[in-house]
């Protein structure tokens, strides 16, 4: 599949999300929901952590691209990034929470800075499940399936630790909640599921039809006889 084509493709599945994601924080602005727990009070705010968070759409963006040669196994990744951004939309809707972030200020260090842009950008809310651990862990279990991944095993767990580091991420930087993480994580594997479960129909349907349209060999002449 031609680059232009899978960036097309990444263009498409994400600019919905996106639109509605920004849109619900517009007209959602009340938290119904309070996901702070005990283990969400311990964590510490670690502002370097900012450039582990921004490591997402370059990694996505790049890996995609790049890494997938398979086409049924690319559109398994964007059918599953559109199928998980349609699922948080409606838990965003539905199950609005936001993250009281503003206990967490920290403006004298670049990466304080570049926290305070992000959160200009990006509000509290929409913080059930998160984005960004569903689409870094989803990106993780796709990778597994990759030719070069399979000949490279360590590709895999650099990709499992990168999701790991982003996940660590979201709770260090106070962007979401612990439960936010392990929704998330879930939420990718279902996803992962459901669209893999695409691909090996859609394979055995290629089978299928390979073997209808190809014609049966011609009988050998016994050169014996």
């Known amino acids: 599949m031609p680059l232009k084509v899978k960036a097309r493709y990444l263009f498409l599945a994400f600019l919905p999300y996106l639109i509605f994601y920004f849109l ?17 009070e311990r964590i510490p705010f670690v502002p370097p952590f900012i450039w582990v968070y921004h490591t997402l759409i370059p990694v996505v963006i790049l890996t995609a691209i790049f890494l997938f040669q398979n086409r049924d196994i690319f559109l398994g990744l964007i059918f599953s990034f559109i199928f ?13 929470s936001f993250y009281p972030r503003e206990l967490f200020v920290e403006v004298s ?15 509290p809310h929409n913080t059930f499940p998160s984005g960004h651990v569903t689409f870094a862990w989803l990106l993780m279990f796709f990778v597994s399936l990759s030719q070069y991944t399979r000949k490279h095993s360590w590709i895999k767990v650099l990709y499992f630790c990168w999701a790991v580091l982003v996940s660590i991420s979201t709770l260090t930087l106070k962007q979401h909640f612990i439960v936010d993480v392990f929704s998330g994580i879930a939420l990718a594997a279902v996803s992962y599921y459901l669209c893999r479960k695409l691909i090996v129909v859609r394979h055995n349907e290629k089978l299928i039809t390979n073997r209808c349209t190809t014609p049966f060999p011609k009988k050998l002449s016994n050169p014996n006889v």
């Open 24 to 40: 619900i924080q517009s007209f959602i602005g009340v938290s119904q929901y309070d996901l702070l727990t005990g283990i969400d």
């Open 84 to 96: 998980s951004g349609i699922v948080m939309c409606l838990f965003y809707i539905f199950f609005p």
């Open 109 to 123: 260090t670049v990466s304080g800075w570049l926290i305070e842009i992000t959160r200009s950008i990006d509000g």
